[in-house]
Every structure is written in C-alpha cells, then in structure tokens.
DNA sequence: GACGATTATTAGCCTTGTCTAATATTTGGC
DNA sequence: GCCAAATATTAGACAAGGCTAATAATCGTC
C-alpha cells in the first residue's frame, strides 16, 4: 500500500485511494470511460430496432465504425453485464436493464444536443461534441443545459 | 496537436470505413481518448514543475489517483511519444512539444471551467466535469462557452 | 433444395492502462 | 559514511478494445 490517507473525496464512486481532491475527478473520469461504450453500444441497439425493428451486428458495425469482430466481442461483455441478450447468429434484444439504460442516455444525449444547438453551434458540430460529452455531465450540468435549451 | 476541427465536414484524413455518418463522431471519441490520458499528464506535470519547481512521479501518482508503477508506464509512453524526456529515478521535464500540449490543455480547460462555472454550477461540480468535458469539446464549441463565460 | 453472397463467429495478435510484488536507487537522519 | 525510509523501477498478470484472417451459419435466388 502505498497511500493510507485521510479525506474521501464527496462525490466519487466506490474506490479507495484519495489523498488529493483531484484524484477524485480523474477517477470518476475513468469512471466514466469503463461505461461509454457500454453506454453507446445500447443507445445504438435502441435506435436500430426503432427505426429497423431489430439490431444486427453488420449494422452496429458500420454505425459504430469499428468492424464485425469487435462488436461480437462487445456484445458478449454487454450479454455477460446483463445489458442485452443474444442468440448465435441472431439479431440482438435489450433486456429490462438495457432498455432502461439506453432509455437514460437518449434522455442526456438529446439534452446536451439540444444544449449545443440552442447555443449557437452547427448541427454538425453538436452532433459530434455531444456524443463526446454526454458521458462527462453530471445530473446538476445537465438540468442546467436543459434549462439553457429550453428557456424562451 | 489534438483538436483542430474548425472544419466540421468529412472524417478528414486517412481513414477507410465511413458508410455512416455517426461513425467519424464515434471514432473522433475514440481518438480523443487516446490522447486523454497523455494530455492529462502533460497539464498535471506543468503543473506541478509550475507549483514545487518539480514533478516527481510519486506526486503524480497521487493528484492521477493510481499507483507509481501505472506511472512509469505512462511516463515511458509521453517520452516515447516526444512529449517529456526523463533520467532515472529523477523528475520529469516537459519537452517543446509537452509545454505546448500543456498550455493547450490548461487553456481549454480554463475556459471550460469558466463557463459552467457562469452557468450556475457549484465550484466542485464545475471542476469535475469540466476535468470529462474538455477532452471532448471543439474549437467551435470552445469559442462560444468563451464567448458566453466572458459575457457582460 | 442447392449454391453463392452475406453475415456472424472464432482464433489469435496488438496496444493501453490498471494492478501487486519484488527489486533498485536515492535521500535523509544520525 | 551508513542505514533505514522513501521513492522509482521492473516484472508479470489481467481486462478491454481494436484489428485481420479464417471458418461457420444463414439467406436469397434460382
């Protein structure tokens, strides 16, 4: 052990090796990433089986832009998480906890994208700055974007 | 250097497989990843050779919030990669190249800073996502949270 | 129903970034 | 100057996420 100190950090998450208050945002930043994909990957799965009626591999690969291997491997983690289920060779289904989380990060990507546009950028732009921040908000930022978008 | 999208068109450069429009937003996240981690180090080291005249690992290793071995493995990344040289079992030293990437960082994230700030977030708030956001925010994106922080 | 094209999976490799445990070096107190 | 403590490094493991190449299954067309 190296550090045995004083002071958890207020906000953070479930781990122990504070000692600077910085350290704490750094952590909840690597948080975030260990779920980004997760988070992407479910939000893509809803938006394919609404506009296509279902989610195939091919597909999330070219909307991913990575290719048809690495988003067998994804799923088997989103599957093993609980996050989506899946037959061999069959197109994919979210479960309960998927829905509900794709559900929350189409709540904050439309907030944040809204949040862009009302603030003057491109569509194009926002589209892009808002699949990069969307993860990064918290609860108080996005009431405050939300807010800033919706005001008359 | 990392962020120079003035141009929000085409997935510039080299890459082999658009088919989707979404897919340069998602792999523009990923490669702001990659540089993450690299411009987060940069700032800290600058930071700390600004604050104790020096950057020791140890204390990076504290303010990251990981252990001094993930450290040195990191270090040996940025100097690899040109941003830092180092001696054994001495500080580190910023190169032409690390200050620059530094100031880079410390403006952007400065200037996010400052914007949520003005948006009405608690201090503590603002620093941690500011610390997620300014990884992911374009010129464009930048100039308007500058141009509203700075608002009369 | 067979066959070629499409799609999905497996196998295997690479890089990052994290960790612990063990070792090496430097530093500071005496 | 010596020795213990602090610090730095190395070694080695593991998980994630990307890739290519090769194989397997399904689908569409005849």
Redesign the pocket.
């Known amino acids: 052990m190296v550090h045995d100190d004083l002071q958890p950090s207020p906000p953070a998450a479930s781990d122990e090796?504070p000692s600077d208050p910085r350290a704490g945002a750094f952590q909840g930043v690597?948080e975030a990433h260990?779920n980004e994909?997760a988070e992407d990957y479910v939000e893509l799965i809803a938006e394919l089986i609404h506009a296509r009626g279902e989610a195939?591999?091919?597909d999330i690969a070219a909307k991913m832009g990575?290719?048809?291997?690495?988003v067998?491997?994804?799923?088997d983690?989103l599957a093993r998480d609980g996050l989506i289920t899946?037959a061999?060779?069959r197109?994919v289904f979210l479960t309960d906890a998927g829905r509900a989380l794709a559900e929350e990060c189409q709540r904050r990507h439309d907030i944040v994208l809204r949040f862009l546009l009302r603030l003057g950028l491109d569509a194009e732009t926002a589209e892009h700055d808002a699949e990069g921040i969307e993860h990064h908000v918290s609860e108080r930022t996005l009431a405050l974007f939300a807010a800033f978008a919706d005001r008359s």
Do not use: I
């Open positions: 090796r690597r260990r994909l195939r591999p091919v990575v290719t048809p291997p690495s067998a491997k994804t799923l983690r899946r061999r060779y197109s």
